[in-house]
């Protein structure tokens, strides 16, 4: 695994970040761009608003119209996408090596010279209200929703990436502004390119496009998350009942968030897994039957979903919950834990090749790391990985006084009461 060479950094005078990773042979070049605001910037009069600068500068620049941008990305076969999350925004594309600088171009006219006109900014409010709607009816979305917002309690990380009705509505166009102002700072920014293009000229175009960019970031400090641990039923008229199950998970800085991906391996993904050999294979009681994890820097959740009928619930869960319980005390079978780290293993070297895997990727370091972490440094903490650690990691996360249960299903056939012990 030596052949992987770790990528190149260059800080720009102004901050801004620029990291890139060389890929023999590539045809094409992808390219991202980082912005370290999600929705744990926001508090609860402007929630959903990293979101919404994440639609609404697609409107335009102050010298191109959205149609422009459109145009201008497609003559070269560019798709430009964006996405938000918890803790950053992201502006992405793929494009043929020789045109990489177009992209680059537009992503950062869009930022640093967004026009808010206010037809579009209408346009766009009316847009995301509808999306809301959308994630609401939709029983999956409304549950995981749902439950961060239990587990993390009055927390920005638990709120909505999209927001609420109430608060899209009352946002403001000096909001958003005032936010870009704030946080669209270069030294908050990251670009990460991989595959073939031609650094000097990225680098060259990223000054030209920010030179006149002189605000820095208003750093602010973000407060500790706390636990709140609860049982929500949601009555919805549908047929089946949708479960969504968390606990305690680690941050992003600590060790044990690679034992932690080798238990969500083992319990809930893939069909050797756990939960899908007891609860789909074995019993027929769901269709859908999963776990996963959240990392972030100011800590994480564990998670388990699973959908069935209203009256089999109560039943999904107490296996659940068995599993969970048995993996504390015990820890994993030999033939489980070294076949969690082999796909796990799998995995990390598969991805590499997908460019747009390995720009993500490094761009992630870089936020969160501030360095980069290699093949052999992954491989080597999940090769490590031992069963004594499985369960220490266990004992400490699987213990009922995280429990948080959040169904959203039809009322009258679900257990009156829930019970997570």
């Known amino acids: 695994m030596s052949q992987f060479k770790l990528p190149e950094k260059v800080v720009l005078d102004n901050g801004l970040t620029i990291i890139s990773e060389k890929i ?113 009816d939709t029983p999956e979305d409304l549950a995981q929703d ?24 009352n946002l403001k166009r000096e909001d958003v502004s005032d936010y870009l102002k704030k946080l669209y700072t270069p030294d908050n920014i990251v670009i990460s390119l991989a595959g073939e293009y031609d650094l000097d000229k990225i680098i060259k175009k990223t000054e030209e496009m920010t030179k006149g960019v002189k605000r820095k ?83 994480g959740l564990f998670g388990i979903y699973a959908a069935t009928t209203g009256n089999d619930s109560q039943k999904v869960l107490d296996l659940i919950l068995k599993e969970l319980h048995s993996i504390k005390k015990h820890g994993l079978k030999k033939d489980e834990l070294e076949r969690s780290k082999m796909q796990l293993r799998t995995s990390l070297l598969i991805e590499l090749e997908s460019s747009k895997v390995r720009a993500f990727r490094n761009a992630l370091y870089e936020l969160y790391y501030k360095r980069f ?25 699987f213990d009922p006084k995280y429990f948080t249960l959040v169904v959203v299903g039809p009322k009258r056939s679900l257990p009156s009461n829930f019970k997570l012990t």
């Not at 439950?147 to 927001?163: S, V």
């Not at 199950?245 to 932690?260: H, M, N, P, V």
């Not at 050999?277 to 269709?287: M, N, P, T, V």
Request: glycine share 4%.
């Open 373 to 397: 972490l290699s093949i052999e440094e992954i491989n080597n903490s999940i090769q490590s990985i031992t069963n004594e650690n499985i369960i220490k990691l266990s004992e400490d996360i």
């Open 24 to 136: 023999p042979g590539a045809l094409a070049c992808s390219l991202s761009i980082w912005i370290n605001a999600g929705s744990v910037h926001e508090d609860l009069n402007n929630n959903g608003i990293s979101h919404f600068i994440e639609h609404v500068v697609f409107k335009g620049s102050k010298t191109r119209t959205a149609l422009d941008l459109a145009e201008e990305s497609e003559n070269v076969g560019a798709s430009l996408n964006a996405f938000t999350d918890r803790e950053n925004t992201c502006f992405h594309t793929m494009v043929l090596s020789e045109y990489a600088l177009i992209p680059l171009e537009l992503f950062l006219d869009m930022l640093f010279n967004t026009r808010l006109n206010k037809d579009d900014f209408e346009l766009e409010r009316h847009v995301i209200l509808e999306e809301i709607k959308m994630y609401k």
């Open 217 to 299: 970031l208003e750093k602010k400090d973000i407060l500790p998350m706390q636990i709140t641990p609860s049982i929500f039923i949601e009555d919805k008229d549908i047929e089946q009942a949708y479960l969504s199950f968390a606990t305690k998970g680690t941050s992003i800085y600590e060790e044990d968030r690679y034992t932690l991906a080798v238990i969500d391996t083992a319990l809930g993904s893939g069909s050797s897994s756990r939960l899908f050999q007891e609860i789909r294979e074995k019993r027929g009681l769901a269709y859908t039957i999963s776990s996963y994890y959240h990392t972030n820097k100011l800590g």
């Open 146 to 169: 749902k439950l961060y917002e239990i587990f993390w309690k009055d927390h920005p990380m638990g709120r909505p990436i999209t927001g609420v009705a109430e608060t899209i509505a």
